[in-house]
């Protein structure tokens, strides 16, 4: 078995574990995410995104280009008036975070691909505690990187489209949280992404 394979069903197990302890019955399909008020705030004060993608190469040589989807995720992020970073802006600007996006999966001998889908939002905070960081010089006191905010998705499909359907709706989802903490410049009409 291929190591990433491994992974996947790591990953497999992982879920269907955390479906039962925890009663997770959803009919659009599975995710396991705490959609809570305290990871939300997390987001609070990001003034602009540094975007990462990493897909498992098996999805890749089916298709599924980084480029393309790192396209996908920055023109919705753009479209919602929120900054897209180069890396080089996003190691030297205040109140910069990482979204990373990790795609894993493989095709079935029966011809349907599974994947696992997973966006975290990565920034410094301080090596105290967590949420975001309030200190108005970055440099005064010890950070860290740490994920305050993750959201992950799982599934099964014959066409790489609803891969790239299922990354979308978690770039959605991630600016829905965004916008809820984050106000938006005077003049902005208020905007929820609805399903």
């Known amino acids: 078995m291929k190591p990433i394979k491994s992974v996947f069903l790591i990953l497999s197990v992982l879920f269907l574990f955390h479906s039962i302890a925890f009663g997770i019955d959803r009919k659009e399909g599975p995710e396991f995410d705490s959609d809570s008020i305290k990871e939300r705030r997390t987001l609070r004060g990001i003034k602009g995104l540094y975007v990462t993608i990493e897909i498992e190469d098996e999805l890749i040589d089916a298709g599924l280009l980084k480029n393309q989807v790192k396209t996908d995720i920055e023109e919705k992020l753009r479209k919602r008036d929120i900054e ?95 916008l809820s903490v984050n106000r938006k410049k005077e003049g902005s009409v208020p905007f929820v992404i609805k399903k």
């Open 84 to 178: 897209v970073r180069s890396l080089d802006e996003y190691l030297s600007l205040p109140n910069s975070a990482r979204l990373d996006l990790n795609c894993v999966g493989y095709k079935h001998h029966e011809g349907d691909f599974y994947f696992f889908s997973n966006m975290n939002i990565i920034k410094k905070v301080p090596s105290g505690g967590e949420g975001s960081v309030t200190s108005k010089d970055e440099d005064s006191e010890k950070k860290i990187l740490k994920i305050t905010w993750s959201k992950e998705e799982m599934g099964k499909s014959p066409d790489l489209k609803d891969i790239r359907s299922s990354i979308k709706d978690l770039t959605d989802q991630f600016i829905n949280n965004f």
